[in-house]
């Protein structure tokens, strides 16, 4: 923690935005820690809802009507695992960049250093939470929240032992351009009817209840509390200073949402247009 904080630094609380523009903007931020020596914590939301699809998923596992008719943007991650429905207001997502020769380079060391702040976030709302004790098998496997918990990146609550634990948090890490790249979904509540209605299955919602629960069910807090506290989390792990996007960084982003995170030859089969295929 020392060392992160002798560097540079900079938290974002930022805008709502569509899930194309929040991926793209963390590969421009990578772009930013390589190139400018900045490096980033942010807190972010998606609106509209957006369904996160993991790097490698089959696009026939989506229910495309059921998006469509319920009004839920789809994208693709670079980070694998399952997909994840981020609710515009059930879901807080954060995301930490920073260049990979500051990190540790064994990835299970990485996760632990990265989620201290998530952690730590969780203690101050009063939320008992921790990495998984251990494993537990998957039940949905295109569903990040139903696929098994992994101990090295998976946050369960409550922690105490022989409590039934449910995950309330996933984390994933990519490296792109020598810099590593964290980002997590943290539940605040729950949106069980979405969360299985965006794939193409017919598991009930108890199933997703009895895995998943929330900082809501755990604390009571509202939603407004649980975004500052993990932002000052982020912000205190780090040293670092408020600040926004340059304008810039947005216009990059933009211009990599319509190439690539919003294009459905992305989402679909992980292809990225040239500018001159828009």
């Known amino acids: 923690m020392t060392a992160l904080a002798d560097r540079e630094w900079r938290l974002i609380r930022d805008d709502p935005r569509e899930g194309a523009l929040q991926m793209a903007i963390e590969e421009v931020a990578a772009r930013t820690a390589l190139e400018d020596g900045i490096r980033t914590v942010r807190v972010y939301d998606w609106d509209p809802s957006t369904l996160s699809l993991g ?26 695992g399952g997909g994840i429905y981020h609710d515009h207001r059930a879901d807080i997502s954060y995301s930490i960049v920073a260049p990979a020769d500051e990190v540790p380079g064994d990835l299970m060391d990485c996760y632990a250093l990265f989620c201290e702040p998530i952690i730590e976030a969780f203690e101050r709302m009063g ?11 998957a039940i949905y496997h295109p569903s990040c929240y139903l696929r098994d918990i992994h101990p090295a990146h998976d946050v369960v609550a409550p922690a105490e032992e022989g409590a039934n634990a449910r995950k309330i948090s996933g984390n994933a890490q990519y490296r792109q351009r020598d810099v590593v790249i964290q980002h997590g979904s943290i539940s605040y509540d ?17 199933t997703f209840t009895n895995r998943v629960t ?15 506290t993990l932002a000052d989390a982020l912000s205190d792990w780090c040293d670092a200073t408020e600040s926004k996007w340059r304008e810039d960084e947005l216009a990059a982003a933009r211009d990599l949402a319509d190439r690539k995170f919003g294009a459905d030859a992305w989402i679909r089969d992980r292809e990225v247009l040239e500018a001159s295929e828009r």
């Open 214 to 228: 929330s900082i809501r069910e755990q604390a009571g807090i509202d939603r407004e509390e649980a975004v500052e």
């Open 127 to 137: 939320v008992d939470a921790d990495f998984a004790a251990a494993e537990q098998d």
């Open 55 to 80: 790097y490698r998923q089959d696009a026939d596992t989506v229910d495309w009507d059921y998006c469509d008719r319920e009004g839920i943007d789809v994208t693709r991650r670079q980070t694998g």
């Open 190 to 206: 729950l949106e069980p009817a979405h969360h299985v209605g965006v794939f193409d299955t017919t598991v009930d919602e108890s």
